[in-house]
């Protein structure tokens, strides 16, 4: 697996869980609400995850996951910034509802930012030593388990306020699925179907 094209996949996917986290939802066959962000991030510690294959060894493999980390938080910051801009600036026309639809973008994605550099590290740390010692699930799902509850009690205060605290349970509960539901296959699939450079898969 290629850096950059993981790198691209990443960005699309952080990006993606800051927009859907404008709503709240009920998560399925469950009573907990949760921002609608909750499913991508699962998916992006996945990526995470799958970057450690990118390089020649563990130490090789955990640069690349954080240079991964580093880019998605330049990419939101940019996008927090643009929102901020565009919401900020004067509409040509009255009846415009963007400012209602992600006007709070920007501070969400400002909140994001604060989690995401301290639990996506988090989960950095945790994978990479587990690299070629368990079985990717387990280091997918241990990973996640260790990142994705600092990820959501700073988020939910930061974003929400101490209110949004009362979604911690299934913004847990849903990062926590979409790891092993999406996160997992994803990273299988990966290392297995798409193209890799000599030497980016090794057993070190």
């Not at 992006?44 to 240079?67: C, K, P």
């Not at 996160?183 to 898969?201: C, S």
């Amino acid at each position: 697996m290629r850096l950059p094209v993981l790198a691209g996949l990443y960005v699309a996917v952080v990006l993606s869980a800051q927009v859907g986290a404008n709503k709240i939802i009920d998560l399925p066959l469950t009573n907990l609400q949760a921002p609608g962000g909750v499913y991508a991030i699962g998916v992006a510690l996945a990526l995470v995850q799958l970057a450690h294959y990118t390089g020649a060894s563990r130490r090789d493999g955990a640069v690349n996951a954080q240079l991964l980390i580093a880019l998605g938080f330049i990419g939101s910051a940019l996008f927090a910034g643009y929102i901020a801009l565009v919401v900020h600036s004067e509409p040509a026309f009255p009846g415009q509802t963007f400012d209602d639809a992600v006007g709070s973008t920007w501070r969400i994605v400002a909140a994001s930012l604060a989690a995401f550099i301290v639990s996506e590290t988090v989960d950095n740390l945790v994978g990479a030593p587990l690299r070629g010692r368990v079985h990717d699930g387990i280091r997918v799902t241990v990973s996640a388990g260790a990142s994705a509850p600092i990820d959501s009690l700073v988020f939910l205060v930061l974003a929400f306020g101490t209110s949004g605290l009362h979604f911690f349970t299934g913004q847990l509960v849903g990062k926590i699925a979409s790891s092993v539901v999406i996160g997992i296959p994803l990273v299988l699939l990966g290392r297995r179907f798409l193209p890799a450079n000599p030497g980016d898969i090794v057993t070190a």
